[in-house]
């Protein structure tokens, strides 16, 4: 599982590690290992062209000292100080000793300032710190404008990206490749900031043993495939769960028939689907296997879990289904048409644990009904902080799909989904992972890991082709990825 700690949480371990060390130890573990990934990008560091853009503080110093390294294996290294008089003045002084030139980036017209950024092979990003927050300032941007075709790498986090949050409230460094120390940093991990930050580095600087419980994790394969459900000897339809659909509508069956094909193909014993016959019919069609009734969800028969709201219109019938499927006392996912109905009566209105799957938009309509106005735009500029806030407010587990889909809870413990692709943007990819995740809270998963293990297969199942994707395409794939997944 990889973790990722917020900065006061960074700076509490530092603190302790610091006590332990001499003077000056872990900034030179940091930028030795900065030194080594950068050496590896460039391929060869003799006679390379390297630019550091240096603010004031620790960011600053890594970033000297990581230059002085390179710089003693025979790279041109140029400093750029935006901030000379605040420069970290231990590494500065070093950096100087091992042949780093310097210059005052103050003063941008300096004739061959320019030329250094526009010729360098590689640009180190040292501008600002994890603690850093808001834009860049206007001198670092028209550095900034000045690279070229160098490789970017940011120093800890792109300057100008939340650590905490991923926000970017203006100009902020793309980086090619990011070096972080420690642990990640969540705002590396969730849009818009994961976006900035390129290929990933994490370099161990032995920050572990002091890290307190991790701000945000992201599953990986062996994660997952330790929470796929799997019968046993034992085991019958029954016992492996049952999942109620409530879902589809004369206006929009093929809702239900991608929920329930889902299902069916994600780890349930049996699927139990309830509406119109006119819902029924191509259901059943599709997944002759499926337990139909045209009974209300709470009279339908034994279930462990209820999917509510794709398709589901929200007329008085579409609202009578809800409200049953809700009382039906046993965990429910609400999606589409069953968020918008939950919006209409607003927080706690459900006696069973729920997980919501809303997107940016539908999380907009949730916070209004609890009283909080929020545009769209904030939700996507700053979504782990949002979906930690709806989950609160409704006392539930919220998977806020989008860019990078990110699963809260109401305790504050919060994942994001690494294997999402554009393409998933597409109708019915949602029914799908309503899908899936419901037959995971029937099968026994906690609504944070259903919500957690659904999103990761729902993304592989996309990336199992090449170009555009269906929702039947993902139906079909999530055998395969399953297979792959819990065969490690």
Not at 312 to 333: F, I, K, M, N, Q
Not at 460 to 478: C, E, H, I
Request: glycine share 14%.
């Amino acid at each position: 599982m990889r973790a990722a700690h917020e900065v006061e949480q960074v700076r509490g371990a530092e603190a302790a590690l610091l006590a332990e060390l001499p003077e000056g130890a872990l900034m030179r573990r940091a930028a030795n290992g900065l030194a080594g990934i950068c050496a590896r990008l460039l391929g060869r560091v003799y006679g390379a062209r390297i630019a550091l853009l240096v603010g004031s503080g620790d960011n600053g110093g890594d970033a000297l000292y990581a230059g002085g390294m390179l710089a003693r294996r025979g790279a041109r290294v140029d400093a750029l100080l935006l901030a000379p008089d605040r420069a970290h003045a231990a590494a500065l002084g070093w950096a100087k000793a091992a042949g780093v030139r310097v210059w005052d980036a103050r003063e941008p017209d300096r004739p061959g300032l320019g030329e250094l950024l526009g010729r360098a092979d590689l640009v180190l990003d040292g501008i600002v710190g994890i603690g850093g927050r808001g834009a860049l300032r206007p001198p670092a941007i028209e550095l900034l404008g000045r690279v070229r075709d160098a490789i970017v790498v940011a120093v800890d986090v792109p300057s100008g990206v939340d650590a905490d949050t991923g926000r970017v409230e203006g100009a902020a460094v793309r980086a090619d490749v990011t070096v972080t120390f420690g642990t990640y940093k969540p705002g590396l991990l969730v849009d818009p900031g994961a976006a900035y930050a390129g290929v990933r580095h994490l370099v161990d600087i032995g920050l572990a043993p002091q890290l307190p419980e991790p701000a945000l994790t992201v599953l990986q394969h062996a994660d997952v495939a330790r929470l796929l459900p799997a019968p046993t000897g034992e085991s019958d339809k029954y016992s492996r769960g049952v999942l109620g659909v409530a879902a589809g509508s004369p206006r929009y069956p093929g809702a239900a028939v991608l929920v329930v094909g889902a299902a069916v193909r994600g780890g349930v014993g049996a699927v139990r689907c309830t509406g119109p016959a006119d819902v029924l019919g191509p259901v059943l069609a599709a997944w002759p296997e499926t337990l139909a009734s045209t009974a209300a969800p709470a009279r339908a028969g034994r279930v462990q879990a209820w999917v509510v709201g794709p398709g589901l219109d929200t007329d008085p019938d579409a609202e009578a289904r809800w409200a049953s499927a809700l009382g039906a006392g046993v965990p429910v996912l609400v999606d589409a048409d069953g968020l918008t109905l939950l919006a209409r009566a607003g927080p706690g209105t459900w006696p069973a644990p729920a997980l919501l799957t809303p997107h940016a938009g539908e999380a907009v309509r949730l916070f209004a009904a609890a009283g909080i106005e929020v545009t769209r735009e904030r939700i996507e500029a700053d979504r782990l902080t949002h979906a930690r806030r709806l989950a609160e407010l409704y006392a539930c587990v919220v998977l806020l799909k989008g860019g990078t889909t990110v699963i809260a809870a109401p305790d504050g413990r919060a994942r994001v989904n690494p294997t999402g692709t554009p393409w998933l943007a597409t109708a019915g990819s949602g029914d799908v992972l309503s899908g899936l995740a419901g037959a995971l809270l029937a099968a026994g998963l906690s609504a944070l890991d259903a919500g957690s293990v659904a999103a990761y297969l729902h993304g592989l199942a996309a990336r199992t082709r090449p170009g555009p994707v269906t929702a039947p395409d993902l139906v079909r794939a999530l055998p395969r990825v399953w297979a792959d997944v819990a065969g490690g």
